[in-house]
């Protein structure tokens, strides 16, 4: 067997690391010296414009100065610019007015704001409100919303959609009463409420959630629960470098960081026998939509794009020792840009440790009398965000697996409940409703498994009919059927078929004469639960497919396109796939759609406890054997060989963390947890 490609060098980790404060600072100087940067403009976006691969792998060359995009928006003007600029060339590469048309940048924070001044200043909405009995304007929270798609009367507009709630004291949780019925339109750029609509009066629900106040709460914190032991003595088995290049038992990957995209790792790689063997060149959640299913007049818009429309990376919290991470904890920054450009860095964004996983392998034979177990571990690189709540981790096993999760947690979206029986909601609380809505993320999967040469089958199970070759009915097979093209390669899950994807390499070959490979294995909960000539649909197609396939083009990065915000639909995936291009033996790209479907229950308020979602990739082939035959038979002093664990004995798995020693990485130790 011989890998066609090789462990990224120290150049390339240098190219594709995530942003310098110093490379910031002067992206933003070149963006004021050309005139692009002005008292009224904002920074949407700022982040690293990745060199094509094809030329950064590419034996012999050197990278290229890294160049940064930059889209910018002006509130005063409304004009939109997509920049792109290369600091260590000191100069501006390219700058494209968008047309409106084609959607707009993602929402800045100072909208945010914007928003609630220019609703309380009009008399319609104010009519509304004090129809509702509701006039003190200091418990009134205006919450602007993506604007999804315009209506023609709006084209050429920057609009937020708005609801009203009413938080009763600055400590209340003003989700427990929505003021439904009533939607605002608002125009961020001429600052004016182009409509207020006020479709259908409810009452607001009067019951509180402050579930975070301990007085609201009323009973003592749960009796009996004791503390649980999470240390590493001798340290975490990893290292990582001021690139972000992480080292751990076998595997190697690069961390970065993206303002939309939040965590990115390139050239995740894994050692066989000294050789260090790619399987993805780049991974991250390239989009997450959250489509509602109530289709009331007052919410017809109600989808959201939280890395498309407000650049979810942005929002990623920082993480604290004992609450959000416990354990043996290595903590990276994030540096990103603010909205006026400037260097802004939250810091311990990103959490990585080690986690004791329970068995790996274990067998009793009563042949010869061996009793032989291994306990298993991962590494786990994670953030959490609070656009809707979510927290993103990405694990690492020793047998070869890659496991995306996502954990869901948070409030709810909240509404009035029309009645009983309604079909589109959940009642909560005593006339407080939650909309039915899906979480739909697109995962982007850049494969290079032993080179960049790859090609996908589809694997089922299959029930063989009765006959000669089956005589007893009782056989089962595997069908695999190749996907040769993009059209081909639109997929959907089924679960009663036990359907995954390989990704095979036809140019290298285990020990058996096959070809090598990773499988996928989707969950396979439902995708897009829209109608085809809907709105959401039309935006969101990628979400309608569990798998597309694509051969990759660098520009070729977010699944429902570039502008998500405003825009009409139709960009991303449909547009790119209509070409139909081949996808066999190529240098490919798997979108992955996986989500929850979420049909709130009474004991998700007031804050719901976490949900999770993801998928597994797992090595199908690409080693010679079971890769973990030389994990010893115990790491401390849980099980000491010989030593069998009988009923009543404790199993102490030990939660385990990793440290690394160059700056931006912080490194803390918890000795006990929850």
């Not at 509304?128 to 993506?146: E, F, I, Q």
């Not at 939250?346 to 009563?366: M, R, S």
């Not at 439902?526 to 497919?545: Q, V």
């Not at 054997?625 to 030389?630: H, I, K, L, V």
Request: aromatic residues 8%.
């Amino acid at each position: 067997m011989t890998a066609t490609a090789t462990p990224a060098t120290t150049t390339v980790a240098a190219a594709l690391a995530s942003l310098r404060p110093e490379e910031v600072d002067a992206a933003r100087a070149i963006l004021q010296r050309e005139g692009l940067l002005g008292p009224d403009t904002h920074v949407s976006y700022f982040g690293l414009l990745e060199q094509d691969k094809r030329t950064l792998l590419a034996p012999g060359t050197a990278p290229a100065p890294r160049r940064f995009r930059a889209m910018l928006v002006d509130l005063a003007s409304g004009a939109s610019h997509d920049a792109v600029v290369c600091p260590a060339e000191d100069r501006l590469v390219s700058a494209v007015e968008l047309d409106p048309a084609d959607g707009q940048v993602p929402v800045v924070l100072a909208e945010f704001g914007l928003v609630e001044e220019i609703v309380h200043q009009d008399e319609r909405w104010l009519a509304a409100m004090a129809k509702r009995g509701l006039t003190d304007l200091s418990t009134l929270r205006v919450n602007p919303l993506s604007a999804g798609v315009l209506a023609p009367e709006e084209a050429g507009r920057r609009i937020q959609r708005c609801f009203t709630f009413v938080q009763k004291t600055p400590d209340d949780l003003g989700w427990a009463h929505p003021v439904d019925g009533v939607t605002v339109m608002v125009d961020v750029v001429t600052r004016e409420v182009l409509d207020v609509i006020d479709y259908v009066e409810f009452p607001v629900p009067e019951e509180d959630g402050n579930f975070h106040l301990p007085e609201w709460v009323g009973t003592p914190p749960r009796a009996g629960l004791k503390p649980i032991e999470i240390t590493q003595p001798e340290g975490p088995s990893f290292t990582v470098d001021e690139d972000g290049v992480l080292s751990w038992a076998g595997w190697e990957l690069q961390v970065s960081f993206d303002q939309r995209e939040g965590l990115v790792f390139h050239n995740v790689s894994i050692d066989d026998d000294g050789v260090q063997r790619p399987v993805l060149y780049r991974a991250s959640i390239a989009e997450m939509m959250v489509p509602y299913g109530d289709p009331s007049p007052q919410r017809w818009f109600q989808n959201f794009f939280d890395c498309g429309e407000y650049l979810l990376g942005g929002f990623a919290n920082s993480l604290e020792l004992g609450c959000d991470c416990v354990g043996d904890i290595t903590y990276l920054d994030a540096t990103l840009a603010d909205n006026a450009g400037n260097v802004r860095v939250i810091p311990q964004a990103i959490c990585i440790h080690e986690e004791d996983t329970g068995i790996l392998w274990k067998h009793f034979d009563n042949w010869n009398g061996s009793s032989d177990s291994r306990r298993n571990r991962r590494l786990v690189v994670s953030f959490f965000v609070t656009v809707g709540n979510y927290d993103y981790g990405l694990y690492f096993s020793l047998d070869g697996a890659i496991e995306l999760e996502v954990k869901a947690t948070g409030v709810v979206f909240t509404s009035a409940y029309p009645g009983p029986g309604y079909a589109y909601a959940s009642e909560l609380a005593p006339g407080l409703g939650a909309p039915y809505h899906q979480h739909l993320f697109s995962a982007r999967l850049d494969m290079m498994v032993d080179g960049l040469g790859n090609s996908v089958d589809e694997l089922e199970a299959a029930l063989v009919p009765r006959g000669p070759a089956n005589p007893t009915g009782t056989g089962i097979t595997q069908t695999v059927v190749r996907l040769r093209t993009e059209k081909e390669a639109q997929r959907m899950a089924d679960n009663a078929r036990g359907r995954v994807w390989l990704v095979s390499n036809p140019h290298v070959q285990n020990r058996l004469g096959r070809d090598v490979g990773y499988v996928l294995y989707p969950e396979g909960q439902p995708a897009l639960l829209a109608d085809e000539e809907s709105d959401i649909h039309a935006r969101a197609t990628y979400s309608a497919k569990h798998l597309w396939v694509t051969p990759y083009e660098p520009a070729e990065l977010y699944p429902a396109g570039d502008f998500v915000n405003m825009h009409p639909g139709g960009a991303g995936l449909p547009a790119w796939t209509a070409a139909d291009r081949p996808v066999e033996d190529a240098d490919i790209v798997l979108w992955h759609t996986f989500g929850l479907t979420h049909f709130p229950r009474i004991e998700d308020w007031p804050i719901m406890p976490v949900d999770t979602a993801g998928f597994v990739l797992k090595p199908h082939g690409f080693f010679g054997a079971n890769p973990t035959m030389d994990i010893p038979e115990s790491v401390g002093d849980h099980c000491a060989p010989g030593h069998h664990e009988h009923g009543g004995h404790h199993d102490h798995a030990a939660h385990e963390a990793l440290g690394a020693h160059e700056a931006p990485v912080g490194h803390e130790s918890e000795g006990h947890g929850a």
